[in-house]
């Protein structure tokens, strides 16, 4: 594999990862908006803890603005 390469294949795997991050997100905070009155609070607690998870890594791969942009949704709806 010739150097020049490299960097195209790692650019398209990060944009890739921070897809599947945002999308993971996204499915997220909608499970919480829609069993928000089905959960315990235990699973509620459960739930939060993923978002957040989640959230740390969109930032870590780069993903942000999508993020932030969720969250403060997510935050308005609850």
Partial sequence: MKQSETPSFQGRAEGQIKTLFVKRLERLIRLRKVYRDDLNS??????????YSTYRDCIDYGAEAQARSLMSTHQKAS
């Fill in 42 to 51: 235990t699973g509620a607690e459960l739930l939060d803890r993923a978002i």
